[in-house]
């Protein structure tokens, strides 16, 4: 079993839907990265949260430390969106454990 | 630098030979991680520099890959007689510290042929 686990692992949606990708770490963590990678892209850094809740534009990043578990929103999905999420939970030594990702295409 | 600069882009290397593969963080990050994604999956470590050092070297699959942060700013990840199974994308990525947010280069894709 990984460390993180994300669920879905491909989603597919409408423009216009609200996404909700979730991820789960079985490991004790300082903070959990949410992170973008484009196909044929590098990786684009979204979020890092260790508490509560973070807004950018679209996207809503929630983590519950005591559960084990973070979520990653997207409001008004946009085709722009498409693309692979991963979630890295950063350990106690500095690493990235990175979930397996999820993949989203949104249709115009 | 403005980002973390990879280089080279691509790199396509034939079986048994050697290869380096340099990484260029954001100046004034102490902190710098090499990552390896092969296709379909997502990235997993390899080592990690803190100034200097190998504070962990871990996840380094075996002797033949070994790096190098001389100077505490760029790095080098050397693979001695590369494999097939070598090919994937080798990521970098660069932090301020242990608080501060990742900032990854765009990937050397290296392919063995």
């Known amino acids: 079993k990984n460390e993180v686990e994300q669920s879905p692992q491909n989603l597919t949606a409408q423009e216009g839907e609200f996404i909700t990708i979730n991820c789960s770490y079985s490991?004790?963590?300082?903070?959990l990265h949410w992170l973008q990678q484009h196909p044929g892209g590098g990786i684009v850094s979204l979020f890092m949260?260790?508490?509560g809740k973070k807004k950018h534009g679209r996207l809503i990043a929630t983590i519950n430390i005591q559960e084990k578990h973070s979520s990653l929103h997207i409001t008004a999905s946009h085709p722009r969106d498409s693309a692979v999420y991963i979630c890295?939970?950063?350990?106690?030594?500095?690493?990235?454990?990175f979930g397996t990702g999820t993949r989203l295409q949104v249709f115009p | 630098g403005a980002g973390v600069s990879q280089t080279p882009s691509n790199k396509v290397t034939e079986k048994g030979k050697y290869v380096e593969l340099r990484c260029d963080p954001i100046?004034?990050?102490?902190?710098l991680y090499w990552y390896r994604q092969s296709l379909g999956q997502g990235p997993e470590f390899l080592i990690y520099?803190?100034?200097?050092?190998?504070?962990?070297d871990s996840g380094l699959p075996n002797d033949r890959f070994f790096a190098v942060r001389p100077e505490g700013s760029v790095s080098t990840l050397k693979i001695q007689r590369t494999e097939r199974g070598d090919s994937a994308v080798y990521l970098c990525?660069?932090?301020?510290?242990?608080?501060?947010?990742?900032?990854f280069g765009s990937g050397t894709r290296l392919t063995v042929v």
């Open positions: 990525a660069s932090s301020a510290d242990r608080d501060g947010g990742y900032t």
């Open positions: 490991v004790g963590i300082s903070a």
């Open positions: 949260l260790s508490s």
């Open positions: 890295a939970a950063i350990r106690n030594t500095d690493k990235l454990i």
């Open positions: 100046s004034g990050h102490t902190a």
């Open positions: 520099f803190q100034g200097t050092g190998a504070a962990d």
